[in-house]
């Protein structure tokens, strides 16, 4: 059930292949994934100002989710859906819900989102056939678009998609649609307002509240299901909206060591998440069986138990048996305590346990 992570070697991404294809005006990632020139819409990527049929409505989710998105707004999320209480449903069962999911905020897309994440999967399996952590984070990083349904609470789209910022410090100029942050409260409020804001030099992106969305959600539940994907996964999830600085390079003083590592991979992913949004077709049900397997592996990752340990208290074992835990019984303890499974399960096992150590 371990996904396996190699050692990931950083460079510069590109080959000579590459070299022909970008004179040719197209761009080939290493392996054979092709970056296609336009959109779905015949544009180039992110062209806010581009016009089509969804300039405006664009633009006007922009205006609305510069001026809503406030500290107090995020911290209020963070807190109602950090208790993770509303649904159980499996990983696959939520690919299928976000089918019927249009995202609002997105330029370049007006397919079902399901397509969106299996062509993202596809594109870096095709690069990186052996990082199957990444072929599932590819799988899984949009998930959390399930906010808009009546069971996850039915937000509005402002509060789930589009591109992510941090809050508690000033906007950066590079945020599209900026403007409209003028009608934002924060914008005006000198706590928040400064270079630094509430933050410090290098203190680390984990201590910055980011925008209410989707990947900030789906970070929550792969964390607290104790998914086993690296830390790596759980970054790129968190912070794949963040094209303020993963694009424009912004905030970059509020990153620390492990952000500059991780930064890299997420660079990595932008460009699969990004340039396969293309009419590209995916059979989804030849490529079904390998994504199940993934999921399978990391099978701490089946949302139909554990998004929702709602209400639930974490288990954890009593003081004296963490004491016993540096042996090879108690590793079997923490394992079935990573599974989640019935309490009075873990109790009978840590008594028994306990007996024979
Ligand atoms: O419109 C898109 C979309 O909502 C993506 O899911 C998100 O990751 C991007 O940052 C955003 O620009
Ligand atoms: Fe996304």
């Known amino acids: 059930m371990t996904v396996i992570v190699e050692q990931p070697e950083f460079g510069e991404v590109g080959t000579q292949e590459q070299k022909n294809h970008e004179e040719n005006n197209e761009l080939v990632l290493e392996g054979g994934f092709v970056v296609p020139e336009s959109n779905t819409f015949g544009h180039i990527f992110r062209d806010y100002n581009a016009e089509s049929e969804r300039k405006d409505s664009v633009e006007e989710f922009y205006k609305q989710n510069h001026i809503h998105q406030t500290v107090d707004f995020v911290k209020r999320m963070r807190e109602e859906y950090g208790k993770l209480n509303k649904v159980e449903m ?6 299928e819900l976000l089918n019927k999911f249009v995202d609002e905020s997105d330029p370049d897309l007006d397919e079902p989102q399901i397509e969106h994440l299996l062509q993202t999967a596809e594109a870096i399996r095709k690069d990186h056939p052996n990082e199957d952590w990444l072929h599932l984070t590819g799988l899984i990083h949009d998930l959390g678009k399930v906010l808009s349904f009546p069971s996850f609470g039915e937000l509005p789209q402002w509060a789930i998609v ?7 410090c000033a906007f950066d100029e590079s945020i599209v649609h900026h ?3 003028k009608e934002n409260p924060d914008h005006h409020n000198p706590a928040y307002n ?4 509430i933050y410090s030099e290098g203190c680390g992106l984990d201590k ?9 959600y789906m970070y929550m539940v792969t964390k607290e299901n104790k998914s086993t994907l690296p830390s790596t996964a759980l970054f790129i999830i968190r912070f794949h909206s963040f094209y303020p600085l993963h694009r424009s390079g912004a905030y970059k003083h509020l990153m620390n060591d492990e952000d500059v590592e991780n930064l890299k991979w997420l660079q990595i992913f932008n460009k699969y998440d990004l340039y396969s949004k293309s009419n590209v077709r995916i059979d989804v049900e030849k490529v079904k069986p390998y994504y199940l397997s993934l999921i399978e592996k990391d099978s701490n990752m089946d949302l139909r138990r554990k998004t929702d340990h709602r209400n639930e208290k974490p288990i954890t074992a009593p003081p004296s048996l963490l004491e016993k835990m540096e042996n ?6 923490i394992y079935l305590l990573n599974l989640w499974v019935d309490e009075s399960v873990v109790v009978f096992v840590s008594k028994l346990v306990y007996e024979l150590t």
Do not use: A, N, R
Request: glycine content about 18%.
């Open 90 to 95: 499996s990983i696959w069962e939520c690919c």
């Open 162 to 168: 589009g591109d992510t910022f941090p809050v508690g």
């Open 179 to 181: 403007k409209y942050f």
């Open 194 to 197: 400064t270079k630094y804001g």
């Open 208 to 216: 910055v509240l980011m925008s209410w969305g989707h990947d900030d």
């Open 328 to 333: 090879g019984v108690g590793s079997l303890l």
